[in-house]
């Protein structure tokens, strides 16, 4: 609608005479309504403000009454021109009826629609969610659709609520009051701006701020302003990544180098490590041969464990030089990833960007004077460190560990695995057999402490000889005896009675305290042969009768009965 200013009839009636004021105010009344429409926006002068209305002259015969309402909170001052709607010239009581509201929103609209006929952007505020998309205030309600806020799908539109935006007037119908606005539009013309001056100004080595605008796990796409370039991983750190979202975040600030730039294909290069210098060029004199360093373990293999010493210089420490003493056969049995550790750097080639380390030389190899604390036959104690099918490596100090071999734990007993006799971390006494100095080994024995009873077996147990045991182990062939702690003898099955055996139950059982015939006897072999059978043999009748003592045990006979009532029992 125009905004009309009222006009005067300059020329005016006759002003003398009868009637003369009458004709004035009929004149006066007819010409400013003649200059104003109902419907139309007219400016106008603020006389009054009050609580409840202000009051406005349009130039007519009457003030108009507008609701202070209608001024959202802005009350105009005295004086003060403003815009206002005429809705009717008089009303019931002859008054003009004012709307500041419907005045603004006529003149939004007319806004609205010049910024359409234009293709211009229009200004706004998001204020809620609704279904497809966003409501926006730009005066009058509008609507953004969802695939127009952004130039990537928002996944959450709320997050928009309360921002300013620019958007393109995309659909108007001003009659039904519908609104379409797109962002989208906006932006994709600001990106193009933007582009255009970045593939203007773009070069290799250039050093440009950049948003991180997506990341991969293979890099992160940077905005340049209109043209996205590729951070790749393997530029972001001289260090180890292992994944782009360690070092960036989407939407982060970061500052980069132009690498590479193909203004064919638009492809740009970035690099974020380059900002600084190689920590390589340094290094010799950063960690010459022999300096003591901390570093992180980072990666563990076979062979060794990597140790970061600064980001993007690692070395390596072999599984030979972790340990003065101990075989590691994999660095996981000392190290963990992440555990900081003290090392010594052994050697650096800068050209291969390797260097190598040492664990084991930050302490001084306690081999070295081995010989100055042990020696040959010397008793010492220990803490069983590791138990092996082949014996047990005790712990003698902090580095050195001797070997006390499965052979050397026992003089009587076979013994088959080392957990039969010890425990890990349980601490004995040995006895030191060998030292070798040169290969780090050092042999111990357990069984040395004690007199081999077998040096004098035969004359305790010589053969024909009745001796008294207990059963403490059967097998398929027989029952082992023990004469006393550490000497055991054999009751083969075939020497337990006259009458054919096919199992050594049938006779006797562990815990069973029997008297026996020793028939053999080799201490080399460290071998007793026993028997029952052969028992009744080698003594009187009056002898025998008199041993059992009424028991009734298996190899202990009833008195009252005669060496044919035993040969009798065992045959039946």
């Known amino acids: 609608m125009a905004i009309n200013e009222p006009k005067r009839n300059l020329g005016g009636p006759r002003t003398e005479g009868e009637g003369a004021e009458e004709r004035m105010e009929d004149w006066y009344r007819e010409s400013v309504t003649s200059e104003f429409e109902e419907g139309e926006v007219v400016r106008g002068r603020v006389v009054h403000v009050g609580q ?37 010239k008089e009303d019931s009581e002859g008054l003009i009826v004012l709307s500041k509201d419907k005045a603004d929103k006529i003149k939004v609209w007319d806004q609205i629609t010049s910024a359409y006929d234009k293709g211009a952007p229009v200004e706004g505020r998001v204020i809620e969610v609704v279904k497809g998309g966003l409501s926006v205030d730009v005066g009058v309600r509008a609507f953004l659709p969802g695939s127009q806020v952004d130039l990537r799908p928002v996944k959450n539109l709320a997050s928009m609520i309360g921002h300013p935006i620019r958007a393109k007037v995309i659909k108007l119908n001003r009659r039904r009051g519908n609104v379409v606005l797109s962002r989208r539009a906006v932006l994709e013309e600001e990106r ?68 590479h730039f193909d203004r064919e294909s638009g492809r740009v290069s970035l690099g974020y490590k380059q900002k600084s210098s190689d920590p390589w060029e340094r290094v010799d004199q950063t960690y010459p041969p022999g300096a003591k360093v901390r570093g ?72 070295t004077t081995i010989d100055e604390r042990y020696v040959l036959g010397q008793r010492v104690t220990g803490r069983v460190r590791n138990l092996t099918d082949f014996g047990a490596f005790i712990e ?40 070798d100095k040169e290969n780090k080994r050092i042999s111990l024995g357990l069984r040395q402490l004690q007199p081999d009873p077998w040096t004098t077996v035969t004359q305790r147990y010589p053969m024909g000889a009745r001796v008294t045991g207990r059963v403490v182990r059967l097998t398929d062939f027989g029952a082992f005896v023990e004469l006393e702690p550490g000497v055991d003898g054999l009751l083969h099955i075939s020497q337990m009675a006259h009458r054919p055996v ?56 009833r008195k009252g009965k005669s060496r044919a009532d035993y040969d009798d029992d065992d045959e039946e």
């Open 396 to 435: 003698l100090e902090p580095g050195v560990d001797g070997l006390l071999h499965i052979s050397d734990m026992s003089w009587t007993r076979n013994v088959a695995h080392p957990s039969e006799v010890l425990k890990k971390s349980q601490e004995i006494e040995t006895q030191i057999l060998n030292i």
């Open 52 to 88: 409840s209305e202000v009051l406005v002259d349009v130039g007519y015969k009457s003030e108009g009454a507008i609701p202070v309402e209608e001024f959202r909170g802005r009350l105009p001052k005295e004086g003060e021109e403003i815009e206002v709607y005429l809705e009717s």
């Open 296 to 367: 992180k373990v980072v990666s563990l293999t076979n062979y060794g464990a990597f140790v970061e010493l600064e980001a993007g210089v690692e070395g390596l420490v072999h599984v030979s030089e972790m340990s003065w003493t101990r075989r590691v056969r994999h660095p996981s049995k000392l190290v963990n990833v992440g555990e900081e550790v003290e090392v010594i750097v052994l050697a650096v080639d800068k050209t291969a960007k390797r260097i190598s380390l040492g664990m084991k030389q930050v302490e001084p190899d306690p081999w």
């Open 502 to 557: 096919s199992r050594p139950d049938e006779v006797v059982n562990v815990g069973d305290e029997l008297t026996l015939l020793v028939i053999r006897v080799d201490p080399n072999e460290r071998r007793i042969g026993l028997s029952l059978k052969e028992l009744g043999h080698a003594v009187a009748p009056a002898e025998w009768t008199d041993t059992t003592g009424g028991t009734g045990a298996v190899g202990r006979r």
């Open 192 to 259: 193009e701006e933007k582009k255009k001056h970045t593939l203007e100004v773009l070069a290799e080595g250039m050093v440009l701020t950049g948003t991180v605008k997506n990341i991969t796990d293979y890099g992160a796409f940077i905005d340049l302003g209109g043209i996205d370039g590729l951070l790749h991983v393997t530029d972001m750190s001289w260090g180890r990544v292992g994944h782009p979202s360690e070092i960036f975040q989407v939407g982060d600030q970061v500052e980069v180098v132009v690498l």
